[in-house]
């Protein structure tokens, strides 16, 4: 059984920061590449950010990249994504999943388990 839940979302004004951390319950946690994507309502999901299975590797959508920083604790099970200078388009629920053992993906399809959500609202 796969399970991942998100927390940390919530309602922010622009310029401000979040922090969302994802718990996995998974076999062998610290051998899977992991990421954070977005759903906007009527939206695709979109890819947010990757971690390597060690946190040795990072890779960001051009639109975050300065902004959000991805990390892990392989001890703890434990993976976030730390959210600064807040915009309002960065609103979405907030997904973390279960990438592929070998490298780092971008790709929604290259992802096998999703978490729940959280939702991050931030107004103008």
């Known amino acids: 059984q796969v399970q991942l839940v998100e927390s940390g979302g919530g309602l922010v004004q622009a310029g401000g920061s979040l922090r969302l951390s994802c718990a996995a319950s998974?076999?062998?946690?610290?051998?899977?590449?992991m990421g954070w994507f977005r759903q906007a309502p009527g939206k695709e999901r979109e890819f947010v950010a990757a971690?390597?299975?060690?946190?040795?590797?990072?890779y960001y959508a051009d639109s975050v990249k300065g902004r959000f920083t991805i990390s892990r604790d392989n001890a703890k099970n434990t993976m976030y994504l730390q959210m600064n200078s807040l915009k309002p388009e960065d609103t979405a629920v907030y997904y973390c999943?279960?990438?592929?053992?070998?490298?780092?993906?971008?790709?929604?399809?290259?992802?096998?388990?999703w978490g729940q959500g959280t939702q991050v609202t931030v107004s103008s």
């Open positions: 998974v076999r062998a946690f610290g051998i899977w590449n």
């Open positions: 971690i390597s299975w060690s946190g040795g590797n990072t």
């Open positions: 999943a279960v990438g592929p053992v070998f490298s780092i993906s971008v790709n929604v399809g290259s992802y096998h388990n």
